[in-house]
């Protein structure tokens, strides 16, 4: 595997992945040189500054994996990563402590004018009075935004003796009042708050969350800090509001467009500004740098990543338990593919026994991904599995039953194309899958990589002899047979494993046996 760091990461993680990769660091690449190469890579490493583009993930035809070494995703499009299969996973809790410790040293610097008393005094004035502060015990904080950041930062303001508010549509009152923080709207944050500090994600419903008509609702000594993401808070009228005395001060470590070194945020005295420094400490950077490492190698192991940004979250312990029968679900669909024609309309799976009881996402995205397989040069996986069904008009149906007759555990696929079905169901025995259903027929055949040959016959003596025949002629060997029925002397199935496929015009032969109902050649 190959892994291409595109952007500055800890050393501690480079040396997590060059022990289980080829590991290539290329900084400052231009849009175009991105993709020009990603192509020859399985995983992207990126912090703030690379761009992962629609157009790069296109030309990403190996990727499985982008990491986002931070917390923040808003660089990469994730909505075309999920829709090509490609996991995004991200490190949201190893800078959660620095990010928290710089936004109260930028709370504390503003209510002490820090920065500016620091810069007067330096340019030779000593100008005491002009930098009278304010405390922040007892005053209010809104923190907007009330995951592990906003979380963190209320912890440590309860030290400092503040009354906290929060606003966060989508965090429970219990548990914000395991902080001891008040849960209120929006407009009320703004109204009551001494100081308001940002700590949610950007997106379409939280971008510029703040802007004019916001701004007239806070007190004229509000102190405002973003340590979150650019474009949360209109810049233009942040300032305006400061020119015209409606706001006490600011404090940014986050910005619209990064890198940048000139902003309407720089001109004014009232406003501090760090160039996204938040997750800027030794402690954070191996963390971070050992986090996406770990996750990336998970990834190429086929085990589940923790922090997966567009992917439903499954345990180690899950996975561990699913992994056998993830195979098995993949088999399944990959024979019932080849045992229809025609359009799928519909796929149907049903579980039974104990695997009935584990979140079965990951099974249904290795049957849909067999199923595909063969008809589609399309990535499917648990990242992109029902938006891959519903494009293709797919309808998707799932059972579960915690009893099974006959095994411990089994998975049936039945896909439909509207004017006929077929239905596969699997087994894992010692570890190993078996493949012990197809249609009416109750079988057992292990599913080697190799070639089998289905035929549908009528159960009676010499047919076997003729195949057999048919199959000499072609020089092709039999390793292995397998034969099903519904009655003796009834319909039944039988099933060679063949060393080669067997040629067209051989495969007819059979078709022209008596008795002889249809033949097809499957690639497992």
Same mark, same amino acid.
């Given at each position: ?10 050393? $501690? ?40 583009? &629609? ?17 923040? #995703? ?32 930028? !709370?504390?610097? @503003? ?22 502060? #304010? ?105 305006? /509001? ?7 001060? &600011?404090?940014?470590? %986050? ?47 086929? $085990? ?23 195979? /098995? ?5 990959? @024979? ?6 025609? =359009? ?35 990535? %499917?996986?648990?990242?992109? &599995?029902?938006?891959? /069904?519903?494009?293709?008009?797919? =309808?998707?149906? $799932? ?14 696929? $039945? ?8 239905? %596969?169901? #699997? ?39 003729? %195949?057999? =025949? ?50 097809? !050649?499957? =690639?497992?």
């Amino acid at each position: 595997m190959r892994v291409l760091v595109s952007d500055p990461i800890g050393q $501690e993680g480079i040396e997590i992945l060059r022990g289980n990769a080829e590991v290539d660091i290329k900084s400052d690449l231009k849009p175009d040189e991105l993709v020009s190469i990603i192509g020859d890579y399985e995983a992207l490493v990126v912090r703030s500054q690379t761009r992962v583009t &629609a157009e790069v993930l296109e030309a990403g035809k190996k990727l499985q994996v982008v990491a986002r070494a931070g917390v923040g #995703t808003d660089n990469i499009d994730v909505d075309v990563a999920t829709r090509r299969g490609i996991l995004v996973v991200n490190a949201p809790t190893s800078n959660t402590i620095s990010a928290t410790e710089h936004t109260i040293a930028l !709370m504390l610097a @503003l209510a002490r004018h820090v920065a500016q008393a620091n810069a007067s005094l330096k340019a030779g004035e000593w100008r005491r009075n002009d930098f009278v502060g #304010t405390e922040v015990r007892n005053k209010v904080l809104g923190i907007v935004g009330l995951g592990n950041v906003g979380s963190e930062v209320a912890r440590r303001a309860l030290g400092l003796e503040m009354e906290l508010i929060a606003y966060d549509p989508y965090i429970a009152e219990d548990y914000a009042r395991n902080f001891q923080v008040e849960l209120v709207t929006l407009d009320e944050l703004l109204k009551r708050s001494d100081f308001i500090t940002f700590h949610a994600p950007l997106t379409k419903l939280t971008k510029e969350i703040i802007g004019e008509k916001e701004l007239s609702l806070v007190k004229p000594t509000v102190r405002i800090i973003n340590t979150a993401r650019g474009g949360l808070i209109n810049e233009e009228a942040l300032v305006e /509001a400061i020119r015209a005395k409606k706001v006490g001060g &600011a404090a940014f470590d %986050v910005f619209d467009t990064e890198p940048i070194i000139s902003s309407i945020l720089f001109e004014e005295d009232n406003i501090i500004v760090t160039p996204h420094l938040g997750a800027s400490t030794a402690e954070a950077q191996a963390m971070v740098a050992e986090d996406i490492a770990e996750q990336i190698i998970d990834v190429f192991n086929g $085990e589940p990543a923790r922090y997966a940004v567009n992917a439903p979250f499954i345990s180690a312990e899950t996975m561990s338990g699913l992994s056998p029968f993830i195979r /098995a679900a993949g088999a399944a669909g990959k @024979l019932a593919s080849q045992l229809i024609d025609g =359009k799928t309309s519909s796929v149907q799976i049903k579980y039974d026994g104990e695997i009935s009881h584990y979140d079965t996402n990951a099974l249904k995205a290795a049957v849909l991904g067999g199923l595909l397989d063969q008809i589609s040069e399309e990535r %499917v996986n648990l990242v992109n &599995a029902n938006i891959v /069904a519903a494009r293709r008009g797919m =309808k998707i149906v $799932e059972q579960k039953d915690t009893i099974c007759e006959n095994y411990t555990n089994l998975i049936t696929a $039945e896909i439909s194309t509207g004017s006929e079905s077929v239905v %596969v169901a #699997t087994t894992v025995i010692r570890g190993e899958t078996h493949i012990v259903r197809v249609n009416d027929y109750w079988i057992d055949i292990y599913p080697c990589e190799g070639y089998f040959l289905f035929c549908d016959h009528l159960d009676r003596p010499g047919l076997l002899g003729s %195949v057999g =025949k048919i199959t000499g002629d072609a020089n092709i060997n039999i390793s292995a047979m397998h034969v099903g029925r519904l009655k003796p002397r009834g319909q039944a199935l039988m099933i060679l494993l063949l060393d080669e496929a067997l040629p067209e015009k051989h495969r007819q032969q059979l078709l022209a046996l008596t008795d002889m109902y249809s033949t097809r !050649m499957v =690639k497992l």
